[in-house]
């Protein structure tokens, strides 16, 4: 099983809500990641947590709050978002770990959150 | 700071052709280079992954090939067909765990 599962798979929002990303993986990896991607552009990396610890945050702003609960879990929250926030959010698992080889670096992805912020 | 394009942005070819997607890269010091694809609205797929001390990679009727000295890559793919239309991405990676993406290059295959 190679799956990563994120939730919901669209939402909206207004620029005063609230909101959580959510993105599951059960195959044991320790590396965990959120990108965010803009139509016809590629991913952007926003954040990477290694072993439930973040390792990478890529100078995202503050309104972008990620969360590793437990080695299975990532969420991303989000607060005070502004309408150039929306995009497809991805979340990626690795193996990570000191001790993978090189397939163990593949990410696996999610088919991603369409988050539109009105 | 690391570079990665990708040539053509976009490809329309004939079912059955033989095809090559081109990916450069301008830092030859990555760790690996990987290949995605990406179907409209979708995740990324993983297709193929080339360490840095390998030189091709293959998996079916595709075939991912790395150069470090010229930092180049290519993906094959052989006998396309209309369900391998998407766009297909690659992406190096850093000694830092991050991966730089290529813009991307969309194929269509017609029937």
């Known amino acids: 099983d190679t799956e990563v599962t994120q939730t919901p798979k669209h939402l909206v929002m207004g620029m005063t809500n609230k909101k959580s990303l959510k993105c599951e993986q059960h195959m044991g990896h320790r590396a965990m990641y959120w990108y965010k991607q803009k139509a016809k552009k590629p991913p952007e990396l926003m954040f990477v947590y290694s072993y439930e610890k973040l390792s990478i945050n890529e100078s995202v702003p503050s309104r972008f709050s990620p969360e590793c609960p437990n080695s299975s879990l990532l969420n991303l929250h989000l607060h005070a978002l502004q309408p150039e926030d929306s995009a497809l959010y991805l979340c990626a698992s690795s193996q990570g770990g000191r001790g993978r080889t090189g397939q163990g670096f593949i990410q696996y992805f999610g088919a991603g959150t369409r988050l539109s912020v009105l | ?111």
């Open chain 2, 1 to 111: 700071k690391q570079e990665v394009t990708q040539i053509p942005a976009a490809l329309s070819v004939p079912e059955g052709e033989n095809l090559v997607l081109n990916c450069s890269f301008t830092d030859s010091a990555i760790y690996n280079l990987q290949w995605f694809r990406q179907d409209p609205g979708k995740g990324l797929t993983s297709l193929l992954l080339i360490q840095s001390s390998q030189r091709e990679q293959t998996s079916g009727r595709l075939n991912a090939s790395l150069d470090k000295s010229s930092g180049r890559s290519t993906l094959y793919i052989a006998a396309s067909q209309p369900g391998d239309s998407a766009t297909y991405l690659c992406a190096a990676r850093r000694g830092t765990g991050k991966l730089i993406f290529g813009q991307g290059t969309t194929l269509q295959v017609k029937p």
